[in-house]
DNA sequence: TTTCTGACTCGAA
DNA sequence: CTTCGAGCCAGAA
């Protein structure tokens, strides 16, 4: 693959599906492994977009490890029992031991 | 075409 | 401690 042929969107989508089962990671930090450290933004934006894709969404959060997203999912818990389902403890929306289970991309990759 | 809005994050006041 | 502004890019109206 181009790497020029591809969008933000589309390495963001890239990286999003390498997340690893029962692990997190942030916004910022793959936007910062894709060199874009100020566009965090763009990354949760591109999640949106990643509806239709095959894209573990719900392993993306913020990075207190709150759900910020968990509004865009079909349900209101939907986005957190994923999580949990894949062994991941999440209270009133955040991540608990979220340190223990963060996949930082530009560390693992 | 322009305008607006967002699943973020950091630094400054 | 809290609040606010800026930077980033894509897609919809």
């Known amino acids: 693959m181009k790497p020029e042929t591809l969008s933000f969107f589309d390495k963001v989508y ?3 599906r390498q997340i690893p089962y029962g692990k997190v990671t942030s916004y910022g930090a793959i936007a910062t492994y894709l060199g874009a450290a100020k566009s965090a933004r763009m990354v949760g934006y591109a999640m949106n977009a990643s509806h239709n894709k095959d894209v573990p969404a719900h392993r993306v959060v913020n990075k207190k490890g709150l759900l910020t997203g968990k509004h865009h999912f079909d349900g209101t818990n939907l986005m957190q029992q994923l999580l949990e389902s894949e062994g991941v403890k999440v209270v009133n929306n955040q991540i ?3 340190k223990s289970i963060y996949w ?5 990759l």
Do not use: F, T
Not at 104 to 108: A, C, I, K, N, R
């Open 96 to 98: 608990q031991n979220l």
């Open 14 to 16: 890239q990286v999003a």
């Open 104 to 108: 930082d991309p530009s560390q693992e």
